[in-house]
Structure formats: C-alpha cells, structure tokens
C-alpha cells in the first residue's frame, strides 16, 4: 500500500516536470535530470536505476527535444543527452551504461581546454522501434533502424538500416534479416548478404 502511494506521487511530480509523462512509466533513482520540459516519455516505460536525461539547447538551436516511446526498458546508467533531437521510438530496449547523444565536445583549438570549447550539433538521433542496444553501447549523431540489434561494446556513428545486427568499434553490420529466407543471414559491412 505505501509503495503504491509512493509511485503515484512520483507519476503526479514527474507529469508536472515533463513535457509529457506516460501512465504507469517510472524513473528509478536518476542521477540527473535536465530540461525536463523538453522531455516525452510515453506509458509504460522503465528508465532504470542512475539514468542521465537531458534535452538542453546547448548549440544555439530553437528547439531541443528528448522523446522516449511507449513500453520501452531503459537499462542503469544510461546517459541520453539531446541538444537538438532523440527519438526512442516505441518497444526499444537498451541494457546497462548506453551512451546516446546528438552532439559532441569540440576540441579542434588545441590552445583551448576542451571544456571551453563549444559543443558541436551532430545529427538527430532516432532509433527505431523495437530495437536492442547492448551494453556499453555508444550512439552519436546517427540513426538505427527498427528491429536491430547492437552488440555490445558498439560505437554506432553511421546510420544503420532496420533489420541489421551491427557489432564493434566503429561499428559494422554483420547480419540483416532476409524476408525472402525468413532467416537472419550474414552480410558484409554494408549490409549487402553474403
């Protein structure tokens, strides 16, 4: 009974600090929470233990904007951090210390200490529904398709297509789903099959 109480106070503070905040959605615990009011998380949706979300204009854009499907499982330790846009789209799943982010530190002033240097916009972020992020993944300024998998370890700075298994640094396709074989068969790098 006072569990209960607990979460539905959670829900009612969290649905005055988001954008938007889903029924039954929970934040176990974060580490921190910036701009908030740029924030959407939809129902249903776990964001596990010590997560880091934040949707701040630190580029100059107009807008910034951190949009997290419904009946996603977001693992512990999670860092997803938009300066401009990040779509988790529906059913996306990531495990343990994934790092997400549409931007980056610039560090082309090497008179310059990097953390006075301006952060530089990379592209928007979507990954697509469905799709599993393995841990300690690293996602910067590219998109991956519905249905993929992210083998861990993965530093993800191209665009992957739906229906790909991609693994390590940088990251490589090494399997897409064949419709005609109803199989997940091996490719080279681009996702051509074998």
Not at 30 to 42: C, D
Request: net charge positive.
């Amino acid at each position: 009974m006072i569990k209960n109480f607990y979460h539905k106070i959670k829900y009612i503070y969290y649905k005055t600090k988001f954008k938007y905040f889903g029924y039954g959605s929970s934040i176990r615990n974060p580490l921190s929470l910036n701009g908030t009011k740029n924030i959407s998380i939809g129902q249903s949706t776990a964001i596990g233990y010590k997560g880091w979300l934040a949707a701040v204009p630190h580029t100059g854009k107009s807008s910034c904007e951190l949009s997290i499907g419904n009946n996603c499982a977001i693992g512990n330790f999670n860092h997803i951090y938009a300066t401009q846009k990040i779509v988790l789209e529906d059913y996306v799943l990531t495990a343990d210390k994934v790092y997400i982010s549409d931007n980056l530190h610039g560090y082309e002033d090497v008179n310059t200490p990097i953390n006075l240097q301006p952060i530089v916009q990379k592209n928007t972020v979507v990954i697509g529904r469905g799709s599993w992020i393995g841990e300690n993944v690293c996602i910067i300024g590219c998109s991956i398709g519905k249905q993929c998998v992210i083998g861990a370890n993965a530093v993800v700075t191209k665009n992957i297509p739906d229906y790909c298994v991609a693994v390590g640094n940088p990251a490589k396709i090494i399997k897409r789903y064949c419709f005609d074989t109803n199989t997940w068969e091996k490719t080279n790098a681009d996702g051509t099959f074998i």
